[in-house]
């Protein structure tokens, strides 16, 4: 962990065109109830994030999923325009209330029917699918037995993912099994920001577990029904963690943080064990020796053959007790508004808005954050490929009179954090691909549709397409494997 550095992410000394290696993946990213609607048809019922964005005050405006995108209507429409763009991969995931309603029990035909007419269309159209089994959307009927917070749900997690890699694992190469557990288990039921909105953390540490558990069993399923080559991963939105300053104060906060938002997934998937002193940190709140069986941890590290990455912008924390501003210092952690904490055991860490520019979220925007990650990854698990699964920024776009969508802020975001892969890239580590987040604008959680991701605009009202500019920007840098006129980033720590 470094201290915190003013540079800019712009900041640049030399003009050059970066090529990435021959192979490396270029694609875009989504998630099922944020793009797909259809939230009634064809068997498919509540999921967490249905019944949350339904509950009066819990999402921007009272938006919900409900039609979103309408991708499930126009997913062949929308793959057309993946393919004019040029992208070489999607990452899309796999609504589980969709493929079986209750969360256990035999499939519902129609619902396995939708994620292989989609397939078979990428496919048609030379874009590799990949496959995300959980993008956060339980199914209700699990979370009224206890979800994430029960051990049961990983077993049926188990059953679920068999009978989707055993309806497309023919088709589909790339496999994830969780899109960042993190948000599941500490925004759904720590601060009580997503789905399903409870604060309480012993649930959440719990929730912690059980998510680790069914990713492990996942991973033990998948490799009993896909074929041998198909490549199996985890995504984690890893917090590239920078204390404010060097007091011994803020280097703890630093730690606590990087424990409960790193190490809690990175210790036991990739080394077998929970970190010590993310147990001593936690042990008043949960009860480990009893929530962790004998056998677990052997379960939750099987092999896997990619880590995926998630990456927006760092984590600027000090220790709120030792501060002259006190405890009550903003958050500022990037996870939405809340009285309760997200950080179990850390409750009196503060946390804070780095110096420069920011995107609409209010998150700083900073590649060499993403540059060090990387790097901190690849040190501590070498050997282990690496994908940027997401990345990517929201600005306020709109229309303009010419009926284009301009965003060079958007541009010169996913340009620095190019270059500062590339860089990583030339530093010897393997990453073998970028999905931005994401294709187009979709229902943006708790910021219902107030928030625009997407590189291409999409007209809710109308649900027109209009690819942004940046749209047909990254369609060049995909076509070429080239990024041309980037920035060589002073990335080192």
């Not at 990456?311 to 009285?339: E, F, I, M």
């Not at 699964?389 to 303009?400: C, K, Q, V």
């Not at 590339?422 to 549709?449: C, K, P, Q």
């Amino acid at each position: 962990m470094t201290a915190v550095r003013s540079e800019s992410a712009e900041s640049a000394n030399v003009s050059a065109s970066l090529r990435f290696p021959p192979g490396f993946v270029w694609g875009a990213a989504t998630a099922a109830y944020q793009i797909e609607g259809a939230a009634a048809e064809d068997g498919r019922t509540p999921s967490i994030w249905d019944t949350f964005s339904h509950t009066p005050g819990r999402v921007h405006n009272g938006d919900t999923g409900d039609i979103a995108a309408d991708h499930y209507h126009r997913f062949r429409d929308d793959v057309a325009l993946m393919s004019d763009l040029g992208l070489a991969a999607y990452r899309f995931s796999v609504s589980w209330s969709r493929v079986q309603p209750t969360g256990r029990g035999p499939a519902v035909q129609r619902g396995l029917d939708f994620y292989r007419s989609l397939t078979d269309e990428l496919l048609d159209r030379g874009i590799t699918p990949v496959a995300t089994l959980y993008h956060w959307d339980l199914p209700q009927d699990l979370e009224d037995v206890g979800g994430w917070t029960v051990r049961d749900t990983a077993e049926r997690f188990a059953d679920y993912a068999a009978l989707v890699a055993g309806a497309i694992g023919d088709r589909v190469p790339y496999w994830t099994t969780l899109n960042e557990p993190w948000c599941s288990a500490f925004l759904g039921y720590g601060s009580g920001v997503h789905a399903p909105g409870r604060t309480e953390p012993e649930s959440a540490l719990r929730a912690v577990h059980h998510l680790n558990l069914a990713h492990g069993k996942a991973i033990g399923v998948l490799r009993s029904v896909l074929p041998a080559a198909a490549q199996t991963s985890i995504t984690l939105n890893l917090h590239q963690i920078r204390p404010l300053t060097t007091s011994s104060g803020d280097l703890d906060a630093a730690r606590r943080i990087d424990a409960v938002g790193n190490r809690v997934f990175l210790g036991p998937i990739l080394g077998g064990d929970y970190p010590a002193d993310l147990l001593a940190d936690t042990a008043h709140l949960v009860d480990w020796e009893s929530l962790v069986r004998q056998g677990d941890l052997a379960e939750i590290s099987r092999p896997i053959d990619l880590l995926g990455i998630n990456y927006y912008t760092p984590t600027l924390v000090s220790d709120g007790k030792q501060r002259a501003d006190g405890p009550d210092v903003p958050r500022n952690d990037g996870h939405g508004a809340s009285d309760h904490s997200p950080w179990p055991g850390s409750e009196h860490v503060a946390f804070h808005l780095p110096p420069g520019e920011t995107t609409a979220m209010r998150w700083a925007v900073d590649a060499t954050g993403l540059y060090d990650l990387i790097h901190r990854v690849a040190r501590e698990h070498p050997g282990l490929p690496l994908m940027v699964t997401e990345n990517g920024a929201a600005y306020d776009d709109y229309i303009s009179p010419e009926g284009t969508v301009n965003d060079p802020e958007r541009i010169a975001y996913l340009r620095s954090h190019l270059a500062a892969i590339h860089r990583t890239i030339a530093d010897g580590v393997d990453v073998r691909g970028y999905f931005l987040w994401s294709l187009m604008d979709n229902f943006e959680w708790a910021y219902g549709y107030s928030k625009r991701f997407g590189a291409v605009y999409v007209d809710f009202g109308t649900q027109r397409r209009i690819p942004k500019q940046s749209a047909h920007w990254y369609a060049a840098v995909a076509r070429e494997n080239v990024l041309q006129g980037a920035a060589e980033e002073d990335g080192a720590s």
